[in-house]
């Protein structure tokens, strides 16, 4: 019992709880808890932490049993908590929330190891993410994951800087070409060390590998020409 | 002592010349007396002064009386009382009148008597009218005074009486233009306190419209779609595949309106990230759209009403380039002034007759919520030119 996988998964509705944990059990090898509401599921987390501490919990984001008295009245401040309590253990969340602003804010405040949805979910993807989050890995639903990928465009149209970048990059053999050819609104220019760093933050944001797949990627989706 | 006198002042010489003579007449040295006397009377009569000449000339009778040298006193008597005549010196005249009747005998004397007694009654009788005028002129002065006191005090308090009255127009004026200030003052108080009334209900509404709204689309995704997915599981796990398919499509439907219901508190996630989420779930190759100047506009500031309203606006009007006029790209242009926010959104779709009354419930809809914020709606449209709605909204809701 002791090398086996510890997993809370908190929703509010029986029916999501014992579908997961069906699937879970299909998988098997995974000691399973469940509980319908935040404050427990924390309560449960610290009790715990030093005998048998979970290595996953699963959480859904809106939980209608909330009331007046509940402390944590969601998924998004149930991770809160646990992130400021600093407790060891890592989270994925299972959800009907496609809405990209939701989504997002999860995602880049919170900083999930898995997103899900309930709606597409199987055995295998469940199994797939829990392999990829015991790795350290992040793992979003391949809706979450377009949603996600196309707001990082959408965002990036929206940034002249990130722009200038993207169109000077190809006409450049080094980056350290690109200083004081990149300015701000007002005219300033960037220096390269805020060039290196915005680059970065491209690349993630698109999933590139290096700079010449980000100018690729960049002009397939459209951001540039 | 007298002597000296006679070069100083001829009048006093002559008066203390004539008093010690007098005295000596008086003492019975008449010899002397008559020396001083005429004397007095020649220095009177070398200056021409009548009013001396009558006493002279009354002193000489008297003396010339009492040496009973009558005809010499009448002489003197009479030149006395002519000059008292010419002078005008009743009383001096009487004097006479009374020596000549003593001294001139028989019936001339008594004439002179009478002559007197008349006199003296006249004078008696002028002396009384005199004094009945003086008494009436004194009576009247002091009417007259106290009249002018009366007057005068009626002047002052009729002055006051003006004055007070004058101060009170001003006071009047005065307060009558403090009251119209007052009252425009209040007046534009109460106007701009009931347009800031009626801004704030109506951000109101539209706040509790919107959480009604996300109790709706929260009972919509959690129950409604919970419920159907259960059908759909259960369907599944049937195998009545064709009815699963056409509940799939039907919870996909429901979904969609949910999260067109929702949206996000503007409180917990920017206007900018909202809009670029909103803009995300949009985003196709085919059909961009391009958002300029969005930070141009300090969005913290802006009420919660007009964002969310700006919001929907937005979505709505992105849906119809999308749908409607298959546009395949949308720009939208933000502005901050002063007072309002304006935004264009223009598409390079195919337009459409902004004058036909086809033009839906969709522009409606969207007029309605942004007159709803004080703002102003225009849309302008031709044919295969593409669509650009413009809109005003101001900021403090005047």
Redesign the interface.
Same mark, same amino acid.
């Given at each position: 019992m002791a090398d086996k996988t510890r997993i809370l998964i908190a929703d509010d *509705?029986q029916?999501t709880l014992n579908?997961i944990r069906c699937y879970l059990k299909e998988l098997g090898g995974f000691d399973v808890v469940t509980i319908n509401n935040c404050d427990a599921a924390l309560e449960l987390i610290k009790s715990n932490e030093n005998s048998t501490p979970f290595q996953i919990l699963f959480t859904d984001l809106?939980f #209608?049993n909330a009331t007046q008295q509940t402390n944590l009245k969601g998924g998004e401040e149930l991770i809160k908590a646990i992130r400021k309590d600093k407790i060891d253990i890592k989270i994925g969340v299972i959800t009907?929330h496609?809405?990209?602003?939701?989504v997002?804010?999860v995602i880049s405040n919170l900083n999930p190891n898995a997103y899900l949805l309930?709606?597409k979910c199987d055995a295998t993807e469940i199994g797939f993410a829990v392999q990829k989050i015991l790795h350290n890995e992040y793992y979003y639903t391949h809706e979450i994951h377009q949603?996600i990928l196309?707001?990082n !465009?959408?965002?990036i149209?929206?940034d002249e800087v990130a722009l200038q970048i993207l169109n000077e990059l190809p006409k450049h053999v080094k980056i350290a070409n690109l200083e004081g050819i990149i300015s701000k609104?007002d005219g300033i220019k960037i220096k390269l060390r805020s060039i290196e760093t915005k680059l970065a933050n491209l690349r993630t944001d698109l999933n590139a590998i290096n700079n010449i797949d980000l100018i690729l990627k960049a002009k397939e989706?459209?951001i540039i020409d | 002592m007298v002597a000296d006198l006679k070069v100083e002042n001829a009048y006093r010489y002559e008066s203390a010349l004539e008093g010690l003579s007098y005295g000596r007449f008086m003492q019975g040295d008449k010899k002397l007396a008559l020396k001083g006397y005429l004397e007095v009377l020649k220095s009177r009569q070398s200056r021409g002064y009548k009013r001396g000449l009558i006493f002279s000339y009354a002193l000489l009778g008297e003396l010339h009386a009492s040496n009973n040298e009558t005809k010499k006193a009448i002489f003197f008597i009479k030149k006395s009382l002519q000059t008292a005549k010419e002078l005008l010196t009743p009383t001096k005249k009487l004097e006479n009148l009374l020596l000549l009747s003593k001294l001139v005998r028989g019936e001339k004397g008594r004439k002179y008597l009478e002559e007197r007694t008349q006199l003296n009654d006249s004078l008696h009788k002028r002396e009384r009218i005199l004094k009945n005028k003086f008494t009436k002129v004194r009576y009247e002065t002091e009417k007259k005074d106290k009249e002018n006191i009366s007057l005068k005090l009626e002047n002052t308090r009729n002055q006051l009486a003006l004055e007070t009255e004058r101060q009170h127009k001003i006071i009047g004026f005065l307060s009558a233009g403090a009251s119209i200030l007052f009252l425009g003052f209040g007046a534009s108080i109460v106007t701009n306190r009931r347009k800031k009334l009626i801004f704030e209900a109506k951000m109101k509404q539209i706040e509790v419209r919107e959480k009604e709204r996300q109790r709706i689309a929260?009972s919509l *995704? #959690?129950e409604v779609?919970?419920d159907i997915?259960?059908l759909h599981?259960e369907l599944t796990k049937r195998k009545q595949l064709e009815e699963a398919k056409k509940l799939a499509i039907i919870?996909g439907t429901v979904?969609n309106l949910s *999260?067109q219901l929702?949206s996000?508190s503007f409180e917990?996630?920017s206007f900018k990230?909202?809009i670029?989420?909103? !803009?995300? #779930?949009f985003?196709e190759?085919d059909f961009?759209?391009?958002?300029q100047e969005? #930070?141009t506009v300090i969005w913290k500031d802006i009420n919660n009403s007009i964002k969310r309203t700006l919001f929907l606006v937005i979505r709505e009007s992105i849906q119809n380039s999308k749908i409607h006029a298959e546009a395949s790209a949308v720009i939208l242009n933000f502005k901050q002034t002063k007072k309002a926010i304006t935004l264009t959104i223009s598409d390079n779709g195919k337009g459409f007759n902004t004058a036909s009354k086809k033009a839906g419930i969709g522009l409606k809809n969207m007029q309605e919520r942004i007159e709803e914020v004080n703002g102003t709606f225009s849309i302008e449209s031709t044919s295969d030119k593409g669509t650009s709605i413009y809109i005003e909204i101001s900021t403090n809701g005047r």
């Open positions: *509705h029916l579908g809106s #209608d009907g496609t809405e990209t602003n939701r997002y804010n309930k709606s949603k196309r707001r !465009i959408v965002q149209q929206m609104n989706l459209g | 929260k *995704h #959690d779609a919970g997915r259960m599981l919870k979904r *999260h929702s996000e917990k996630v990230n909202q670029i989420s909103l !803009i995300s #779930d985003f190759i961009k759209i391009k958002v969005i #930070d």
